[in-house]
């Protein structure tokens, strides 16, 4: 049986950087060469970067998509690489784009891979599954492939297929069992939801014994706006083994030898198979094959769950930083359990140096939440700053007739417009740290501590967020580090600190019994009487469900943030604002 050495490129791509992103796959390419590579696989749309959106709309954007693919294929050849097979993802289009006056049933966008090879593209594969839920809208704009496209190299047959195809039963992978191919390619960009990397193992593994051969799967890294991709690339046989499995989060170059069986059919042949017509064509050439011991990507073991959600956190906040250009950031540090979950978060993406924390207390600011603000600025090493609100507050009364909420929103305005003139006057990034509990019931001030252009834990409850806090803590002391957040942040009960005395719990139920309540009628989509069956107190369940509905206006005007989690408030949960529907009848 032939053994083909695979290099499975699991890379940061940026949406609309076509020339960067073609740079990466020429380094990236040169790397797995030096390896011994015989065969490199980069993600789902790497050279465009994943989702570009209504960008598929211009059809600028996709001639300059199939030009870049050209320009590479000639690019790796120039670079002595034309002899190792590269499959890439990228743009394409066979007619105008679906919303156009001259749009032709069945052509138009398309979610495409290339294999490169000699300065050529010498196969294209068009995505035949495209999916239309939760973040997804591919239905709206690529038309879905109906060939297979199998490529003979180094003598095994290799099928190529992309993302969705995976998670779908039937079509490409069950035409490439009638196809006898000895390998599946599956490019990915496939974003990071907790607990996803426990379903993905067995998905491939399914497809695999659907297809009857062994599955490449190689994912992307990095955030894209709310989008977070973990990477998470495997190799898996057709009974079934794991033969290696990447990190998740960070880029990685996965090379292992993969022993598969030799193509038996004529090459060129085209044939049909379940509803996809197959198209073969070969590689006449490749690099040899590598002497010495074979090549082995080892086996990494999945992380708590934790510690996986506070890597994509830090991962989303840092390229959402730096891929916008933004030279550092600035929140509100109220010495509570937020704020110093942002900011710990915002140092791990960002360094110190890039962190601006600044107290601002008002006259019901108490003494050991400033002390705590101030605490953690000394753990964490960012850069500190106090900036009293109460002149400023003293002096909007001193025109303004105000009483009760109205002062109270007063000073988180006030806030906002501080950390919002810092960030025009010093050119931060402002971050707000609404938790996902706060956000569902509408706990904020529009304008106030609602303000900022991106929240880091905008999909994480309420009570994940202490978890976090603990965990993160715990972390730094099994390295012999500083704990970053101080232990009364933690601790403490919650509160917004805008009236004498004030407790979240004044206007909420406790979050342990707050989020359960959420989650189920957020994630789950239950309905009250799902709710009430499940254990919940009718009493409460009403009035939580009547803040939740009544607070869509409040979350269209939120900051993006990174998604954790089955359904993100956004792109995943579209809900109306004008709305008269309510569970309670």
């Not at 049933?105 to 891979?113: E, Q, V």
């Not at 591919?138 to 095994?156: A, K, N, Q, S, W």
């Not at 955030?223 to 495997?234: H, I, K």
């Not at 967020?465 to 803590?473: M, Q, S, T, Y």
Request: proline content about 6%; some cysteine.
């Amino acid at each position: 049986m032939p053994t083909l050495r695979l290099a499975l490129s699991q890379v940061n791509p940026r949406v609309g950087d076509l020339s960067g992103n073609a740079g990466q796959v020429r380094s990236w390419t040169r790397r797995a060469a030096d390896a011994g590579a015989q065969l490199v696989l980069f993600p789902e749309m790497m050279l465009t970067g994943y989702p570009v959106e209504d960008l598929v709309f211009r059809r600028s954007f996709i001639a300059a998509s199939r030009a870049a693919l050209e320009r590479l294929a000639a690019d790796l050849a120039a670079d002595g690489l034309g002899d190792l097979p590269v499959v890439v993802g990228y743009l394409d289009a066979d007619g105008p784009p679906q919303v156009s006056g001259d749009a032709e049933p069945g052509r138009g966008a398309r979610n495409a891979a290339a294999l490169l090879h000699q300065g050529t593209v010498v196969a294209r594969y068009f995505k035949h599954h495209l999916p239309n839920y939760g973040v997804f809208d591919e239905d709206r704009y690529f038309i879905p492939g109906d060939e297979l496209t199998v490529v003979r190299i180094g003598g095994v047959d290799t099928a190529l297929t992309i993302c969705e195809d995976l998670w779908q039963a039937g079509g490409p992978f069950a035409a490439a069992r009638q196809a006898g191919v000895g390998l599946v390619v599956n490019i990915n960009g496939s974003p990071y939801e907790l607990n996803k990397d426990d379903v993905r193992l067995p998905l491939v593994r399914r497809r695999a014994a659907e297809a009857g051969a062994t599955v490449a799967y190689v994912n992307m890294i990095g955030g894209q706006d709310e989008l977070v991709f973990e990477g998470d690339s495997m190799i898996v046989t057709a009974d079934g083994e794991l033969l290696t499995r990447a990190p998740q989060f960070v880029e990685h170059l996965l090379v292992h030898d993969v022993e598969l069986p030799a193509a038996t059919t004529a090459p060129g042949s085209q044939s049909v198979a379940d509803d996809m017509r197959v198209v073969h064509s070969i590689v006449e050439t490749i690099p040899p094959a590598p002497t010495g011991p074979a090549a082995s990507g080892g086996l990494i073991e999945p992380v708590a769950d934790e510690a996986e959600v506070w890597q994509a956190l830090v991962l989303g906040l840092r390229d959402y930083v730096n891929k916008n250009g933004f030279p550092s950031v600035v929140l509100g540090l109220s010495g509570g359990i937020d704020s110093a979950v942002v900011a710990a978060l915002s140092v791990d993406a960002l360094g110190p140096d890039r962190v601006v924390g600044v107290s601002l207390p008002s006259q019901h600011s108490s003494e050991h939440s400033r002390e705590d603000a101030a605490d953690l600025a000394k753990r964490t090493g960012l850069d500190y700053r106090v900036e009293p609100i109460q002149p400023m507050v003293d002096s909007f009364l001193a025109n303004l007739s105000l009483s009760g909420i109205a002062v109270e929103n007063l000073q988180a305005r006030v806030r906002g417009v501080i950390l919002m003139a810092l960030s025009n006057q010093e050119g931060h990034l402002v971050l707000t740290t609404g938790n996902k509990s706060e956000l569902a019931v509408g706990y904020s001030t529009l304008y106030g501590d609602s303000v900022g252009g991106f929240n880091p834990i905008k999909d994480v409850w309420k009570t994940l967020v202490w978890r976090l806090a603990k965990w993160r803590n715990a972390d730094a002391a099994r390295r012999g580090e500083t704990a970053p957040i101080p232990e009364n942040s933690i601790g403490k009960p919650p509160s917004a600190e805008l009236s004498p005395g004030q407790l979240d719990s004044d206007s909420l139920p406790d979050y342990d019994v707050l989020d359960p309540i959420l989650i189920g009628y957020v994630d789950g989509d239950l309905g009250r009487d799902g709710l009430v069956e499940s254990g919940h107190d009718p009493a409460v369940v009403d009035r939580v469900l009547r803040l939740v509905d009544t607070a869509e206006y409040k979350r269209r005007q939120s900051a993006p943030g990174a998604k954790i989690s089955m359904k993100a408030f956004g792109r995943d949960r579209r809900l109306p604002i004008t709305n008269r529907w309510r569970e309670d009848g």
